[in-house]
């Protein structure tokens, strides 16, 4: 009997197909535009309801352990591996279909008023607490006669709007704001990855914002002939408008909002290539532990040479150097930069500069991680004790070892102390390392932004 059904099963699958080769070899010859407009939305709407067909075989299968009796752990890896189909594609569906049995009436609707967008988003925008699932199970019918009669968006609007209905002690714009984050991460090759989280009063601010001031772009790139994508002008609004808000009334900011570090071969490298006056080679002249061929952001992020001299402006819209824009600091073999005393107790923004430059962005605290944000500029020897303001009484320090060191005389440099040694996780005893002789020569230059702004 169980053969029987299932043959039968397999022709009926059989004369579908059959069907799809008849319908696939008239579709050059449709000429009525009505009837090709009908067949597409029919399509559509018969993929719905494969694809919710898809998801209840899936999860039949699933319970009745098809996967585990082939040798595959999911229901994804046994149709992947005999079909060209992802397997990720398919559990998701298996997943989507599970969830619907807690909802016999939008199961019931899957394939037909809802399709797996509109499930989609009410499991995962709706269904996050034991308050909105035990109402959702109620309202299962406002649901699907809202997404039989409005389009996709009005039901998104709809869904949002039962949100708000539910939720008379406000703990939806509560959860909204207490949740309300925004990072700027590191991604491949040094690059911002941003991300964040916020209200829909405050997102709706922001895109308002980032929206005009990218149309403001699109028109100077018009005029300009410049070629932008809009994600590019949109990437380009949001750092306009927070370098604007952040100046002060006279133009300048409180502090530098980026320093790039670069050494004058790597420059040289860079501003010859782009003119033309260098032959372009294989690799590009930067390395991590050669002072003459540094080139990275005041944190220590490396970025690739011609970034940079975009980013500093040194090339000009005739593609002429223009190198007006860089500070120079004179390095020794060790990365120190030379001393130059100031009679001050706050140490000048270029003495901040050059520690950490030498610091390299990060606090000198062994074995501190601290994020470049948190770096003060300390003194050594405290002022209380009558200590000099000047560099080689300067350290870079994060907040809280600044804090703790309070008033005492402390933290000796790194540039002063033995390193201590590195732990061989193969060996339980390991040697002291030994300190090398140091070249204290001031042979190197290194160049940074005088604007600091770009």
């Not at 003119?275 to 970025?303: F, S, Y």
Request: hydrophobic share 35%.
């Amino acid at each position: 009997m169980f053969m029987g059904q299932s043959d039968t099963v397999n022709d009926l699958f059989t004369d579908i197909a059959k069907a799809l080769d008849d319908i696939d070899q008239r579709r050059d010859f449709i000429v009525d535009r009505t009837e090709l407009g009908d067949a597409m939305c029919t399509v559509v709407e018969l993929g719905h309801r494969v694809s919710s067909l898809q998801a209840r075989l899936g999860l039949q299968c699933t319970n009745n352990n098809v996967a585990v009796e082939s040798g595959h752990r999911t229901m994804g890896q046994y149709v992947a591996a005999r079909t060209n189909s992802q397997a990720v594609v398919i559990d998701r569906k298996v997943k989507r279909a599970k969830w619907l049995r807690d909802f016999p009436v939008l199961e019931a609707a899957h394939g037909h008023e809802l399709t797996d967008a509109h499930v989609d988003y009410l499991r995962k925008h709706l269904d996050g607490t034991y308050d909105t699932h035990t109402a959702l199970v109620h309202d299962q019918q406002f649901f699907v006669d809202t997404a039989a009669t409005c389009s996709f968006p009005g039901f998104v609007q709809a869904c949002d709007y039962w949100l708000a209905h539910i939720d008379p002690d406000g703990k939806e714009p509560i959860d909204q704001i207490d949740k309300a984050f925004f990072r700027v991460g590191k991604g491949r090759g040094g690059r911002g990855d941003l991300k964040g989280q916020c209200d829909a009063v405050t997102a709706q601010a922001i895109n308002t914002a980032v929206e005009h001031e990218a149309e403001k772009l699109r028109r100077l790139d018009k005029t300009n002939g410049v070629e932008r994508t809009d994600g590019q002008r949109k990437m380009a609004a949001l750092a306009t408008l927070v370098t604007r808000g952040f100046a002060r009334e006279d133009g300048t900011y409180p502090v530098s909002l980026g320093n790039i570090v670069m050494s004058q071969k790597v420059l040289d490298w860079a501003l010859g290539t782009l003119n033309g006056d260098i032959e372009p080679t294989d690799t590009v002249p930067v390395h991590p532990t050669d002072i003459d061929r540094r080139c990275e952001l005041i944190d220590g992020t490396p970025i690739h040479p011609f970034l940079a001299v975009h980013a500093l402006g040194l090339i000009n819209s005739n593609g002429v150097a223009n190198p007006v824009n860089l500070r120079r600091y004179i390095l020794d073999a060790d990365s120190r930069v030379l001393d130059v005393s100031v009679n001050a107790r706050i140490f000048p923004d270029w003495m901040r500069t050059a520690a950490l430059i030498q610091s390299r962005g990060h606090c000198e605290q062994k074995g501190c991680d601290a994020p470049h944000h948190w770096l003060q500029i300390d003194h050594v020897d405290p002022v209380a004790n009558h200590g000099p303001t000047q560099f080689d009484n300067a350290q870079t320090g994060c907040r809280p070892d600044n804090q703790a060191k309070g008033a005492t005389t402390g933290h000796t440099p790194w540039r002063n102390q033995t390193p201590p040694p590195r732990r061989n996780p193969r060996r339980q005893q390991h040697r002291p390392s030994s300190s090398s002789d140091t070249n204290d020569d001031p042979d190197t230059e290194i160049g940074t932004t005088d604007n600091d702004i770009f």
